[in-house]
């Protein structure tokens, strides 16, 4: 099957020497692709390349076969811009109905989509009102309904959850899951590790200009990780014996806690869950009282702050 997406050696440097080089990736139909990195590593450039606004300076990228920036590639994607302004003298309505003038939709067909899409980002009620008068978090529904509204194939989400509350993100993430469930692509720009965990099969992670790393979600979860252990009646002079016991290194956690006076919070990596019943074993052993035992942090976030972390310290070192 044709890919969604596909990128070969993609290159877009600026004139300030910054931008993304050398960007290879595929992703295929049906897919939904999570795009991650740190502020300034140059995922928005990337994805405005495939959408056709801005011209490679080298490599080349398709969508569905077309090359992009061709008619026909952007005639299969939609795209929620990161940083978008919709005509504030308009009404939601009304904006809608230009995104879907502009893209050939008309009469009947396009009053019932129009209508459909404002009730799916939950604007529905305020349809009628003019643009200046949204807040933050609707004008970012509507361009999620301006991104959706010619039923596109291929969808480019550019934190299409930034500007909502708690509640409004949770609505958008049942908007794509749905849109996962009708089979479209959909390339998802964000910071929102958990709506990565949650949404997408695979990751890249685009850390100054280049990827660093990408592969499954579900390979990137397996990777061991850190754990924290709630204890009581722990003394420092007792750690090297109980790592010795343990047989792997146990460290006084740097993310402190509510451990209150009586009890302090450990930390180890552990790869399996055997290892984790094994660690939890040698605690109460050594007469410690054990209280809690949680996941050290997302383990995307780990896997997130440890991949870029890990390129930092290798730049200094080399
Ligand atoms: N038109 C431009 N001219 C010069 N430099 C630019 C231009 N657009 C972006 N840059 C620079 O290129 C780098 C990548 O920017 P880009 O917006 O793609 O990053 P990003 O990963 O999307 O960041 P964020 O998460 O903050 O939105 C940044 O250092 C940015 O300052």
């Not at 044709?2 to 290879?24: D, H, N, Q």
Request: aromatic letters at 6%.
């Amino acid at each position: 099957m044709i890919p969604a997406i596909s990128a070969e050696g993609l290159t877009k440097m600026y004139s300030s020497g910054l931008g993304c080089r050398g960007i290879t990736l595929s992703v295929g139909q049906g897919e939904a692709f999570g795009f991650l990195g740190p502020n300034g590593a140059g995922k928005s450039t990337f994805v405005k390349m495939l959408v056709g606004l801005v011209r490679p300076s080298g490599g080349s990228a398709a969508i569905l076969g077309h090359p992009v920036g061709s008619l026909e590639a952007r005639r299969r994607i939609g795209y929620l811009p990161e940083l978008f302004r919709y005509q504030e003298w308009l009404t939601g309505r009304e904006v809608l109905e230009l995104h879907a003038k502009l893209c050939g939709l008309k009469g009947s067909a396009a009053e019932r989509r129009i209508l459909q899409l404002l009730d799916a980002v939950g604007i529905g009620q305020r349809a009628g009102d003019r643009v200046k008068h949204y807040s933050k978090g609707m004008q970012q529904r509507l361009g999620l309904a301006c991104a959706l509204i010619s039923d596109p194939p291929v969808v480019f989400l550019d934190e299409p959850a930034s500007a909502l509350d708690p509640l409004g993100r949770r609505e958008v993430r049942e908007l794509l899951i749905q849109l996962r469930r009708e089979g479209k692509t959909v390339f998802l720009n964000t910071h929102l590790l958990e709506d990565v965990e949650l949404l997408c099969d695979r990751v890249a992670l685009l850390h100054q200009g280049e990827i660093l790393h990408q592969g499954s979600v579900a390979g990137m979860l397996q990777e061991k990780t850190r754990w924290r252990f709630r204890v009581g009646g722990f003394l420092l002079s007792g750690l090297a014996e109980l790592c010795r016991a343990a047989n792997l290194p146990i460290t006084l956690s740097e993310e402190g806690g509510e451990g209150g006076l009586e009890s302090v919070w450990l930390e180890a990596e552990v790869e399996s869950d055997e290892q984790l019943g094994w660690v939890n074993h040698q605690l109460m052993a050594h007469g410690l009282t054990l209280y809690e035992v949680v996941p050290a942090k997302n383990k995307l976030d780990e896997w997130f702050y440890g991949a870029v972390a890990g390129r930092a310290q290798g730049r200094e070192q080399g």
